[in-house]
């Protein structure tokens, strides 16, 4: 009779962070692995991953905020994981522990999923006196403000204030600033409109798109960039280029040049910078923040210390793959990969990183799309809208969500927005 | 030639409350009156109505808010009525004025459908130490505390602790409270057992519902009482009757006779009591501070002041109807009939009060329901459940606000309860 082999302790996996790469990853994680080899730890400080891209609709009233909040625990619990909503307070590389609000935890192997914050780049007054469109609470205040606005603009009888009242400026004409910028404008054109007689939405109303770059959707390709233009010239939506903002107070937007624009409602939708915990974690660094990683995302070349999405930087073509769930859904099955692989001490595989193009949504009916895997192929209008609406909805996960999702596009498409200005 | 008639200025009538008595008077004359005929305002603090009898699903994450938020601008826009989002914070019944946050509005014909606010009867602690389920922001708050309760209850290793934390007392045994325990037990049962596995479902919850009365729906017919109290045993909710509170404090509910019940959570549905607005109008009122109305709807027998709703004390077999939403949206088209028939010069009638039986939900496929105008009978069950869903479906208002209650009840039902702890 042979002694039974000792019974190896399970591997103690934590991820911190539930956003695209850490939510994707652990579902890697739950395909890969069998229950008594690891014991899986997801942390984040809200009990929901938040689906960004479509975030701004909840700003416009098109979806409801729910739709895009898909609970973490319907990714972890059925795969056996735990699941511990805390805040993360600090990272100790060398002895293997993760400082939370509700304490310290050990690991064996950690995946930083971090991702990103609002980036103000330094200048005055964003936060005090911009709304920003980062997270789920920014949206519906957002939303709240803006039905507000509306609200006493109605009885405003004084038409230069009504004027000023009603000027929207978004500053970054990056996708969320363009999508934005439009749903907002449809928001007006076909719900508000209905209700609100006493406003002229043609002469009182005003939606002003500022960027410091040369054309809108700096990032994507330009015809892109021409498609959205166009559109947002439809819509009387004024974009401002080649605008740097030098300063924000309350109700005015600075710029270099010296001009001043008044608007009762400033966005700030600028761009991202990496969560203010990274710095404090002792691993190399690039000049952005972000935690250099190799091509298997490895920090510091240590296979106990994994990194992506928003929070990595994985050097591509001698740039940093851009901070966008696109990239941190195409990284995390590869991370998961790795990683099942290092619990197994078998080999792991450096990532290829193959970009599938980009989508914006400009409106009712209307987008532009463009396909890296179809030689770059650009498309707008009706089509495109389809892809997109067809995509995020696949995307989106779970069917409580998704179901959701597709009920009420419809009911805002035909039925009008969200304008009941509930708590 | 003759002379032009001399144009009659429209007559100013203005509605207090959006609630069932002044939105369903709001639609009652917009069928009735002529757009020259008089010039309609609608004043309420929020912008939306509260369909204030599916609240708890808010609570216990069967519904997001949006369902049962229907914007008020719907029902006023449309028919050239207007809409005033402010605190109505005093009526001068001999000026003809109603003053509110945003100045004052004169009127020559007023409603007063100010409804009602959660009555405490002045047993300490209630407001401090209770969550209330009246109002939206109640609700949401009261979804969000279970989460956040169970979320710290899932990595509490203190057996005593977690039980106490995990024990919830309703105070107040009428169709909210009923409803509420069934449902927030639902919730448990099927939903949340699913996600937390780290706790016992059936030795570490506790739901509690209180009552003074000796049974519980004290105002339905006894045999839904009957009904709900059977299907409150099988769904392992504790029942205490002829239980007096004496004070709540927080996490304990202290009771007449001396015992004291400690909880994490509790839930006050103790019942409403008249609007606080209402005393300082200068007008006959009830014994328990309603607005005392004739058959007509006219209050102190004025054609210029009609009340209705919660607000008002129509006398019936001997007693003020009940504060019920069934009865406001009885009341509701013949006080809308009347008003029309005022402004007209026309003669008023009588409102004939035709009580149409009790509905309770008591969760999954369960319900009670009897109906008056069949002789009283009652049914239980599934046929009942159907009953319960139909009829809420076709009350409530707005195309937008039954598709999301449809689909959401679908999705809630099949695919479980929304517990995204959302902002």
């Not at 406003?199 to 892109?224: K, T």
């Not at 600075?254 to 910078?273: E, P």
């Amino acid at each position: 009779m042979s002694r039974p082999a000792p019974v190896k302790p399970p591997t103690q996996i934590v991820v911190l962070g539930g956003g695209f790469a850490g939510l994707h990853l652990v579902r890697g994680l739950e395909k890969r692995l069998h229950r008594n080899e690891a014991s899986v730890t997801l942390i984040d400080r809200q009990n929901y991953h938040l689906f960004t891209p479509l975030l701004y609709q909840v700003s416009t009233g098109e979806l409801p905020p729910h739709a895009v909040a898909y609970p973490l625990r319907d990714a972890t619990a059925p795969a056996g994981f735990h699941f511990l909503q805390s805040e993360v307070t600090a990272v100790d590389i060398e002895r293997r522990r993760v400082g939370t609000a509700d304490g310290e935890l050990p690991y064996d192997n950690l995946v930083i999923a971090l991702g990103s914050v609002t980036n103000d780049y330094g200048i005055p007054g964003v936060r005090e006196n911009a709304l920003a469109v980062k997270w789920l609470a920014d949206a519906e205040r957002l939303k709240r403000h803006v039905l507000d606005i509306f609200e006493s603009a109605a009885t405003e009888t004084d038409i230069a204030r009504r004027r000023e009242s009603l000027t929207f400026i978004i500053v970054g004409a990056g996708p969320v600033g363009v999508e934005l910028a439009s749903s907002l404008r449809d928001l007006m054109d076909h719900t508000l409109r209905k209700i609100y007689p006493s406003i002229d939405f043609h002469a009182d109303v005003a939606v002003h798109l500022i960027d410091s770059g040369d054309r809108v959707l700096p990032a994507m390709d330009p015809r892109l960039s021409a498609i959205a233009m166009r559109r947002l010239e439809q819509q009387r939506i004024r974009v401002l280029l080649n605008t740097l903002v030098s300063e924000i107070g309350p109700g005015v937007v600075q710029t270099k040049d010296g001009a001043q624009l008044r608007a009762r409602t400033i966005v700030w939708s600028g761009g991202v910078k990496v969560n203010p915990l990274v710095p404090s974690i002792d691993l190399p660094k690039a000049k952005d923040g972000r935690i250099v990683v190799d091509d298997r995302f490895r920090a510091d070349g240590r296979d106990d210390v994994l990194a992506l999405g928003d929070a990595a930087y994985f050097e591509h073509n001698g740039k940093g793959l851009p901070q966008l769930a696109q990239v941190a859904v195409l990284e995390a099955p590869a991370a998961a990969r790795n990683l099942a692989a290092l619990v197994r001490g078998e080999p792991t595989e450096p990532f290829v990183y193959r970009r599938k193009g980009d989508l914006v949504a400009l409106g009712r009916t209307q987008a532009g799309a463009e396909f890296a895997k179809l030689g770059g192929l650009v498309i707008s209008g009706l089509p495109a809208w389809t892809v997109w609406r067809v995509n995020y909805l696949m995307q989106l996960l779970g069917v409580r969500n998704r179901g959701t999702l597709l009920v009420e596009w419809v009911l805002s498409f035909f039925a009008g927005r969200l304008v009941a200005n509930t708590p």
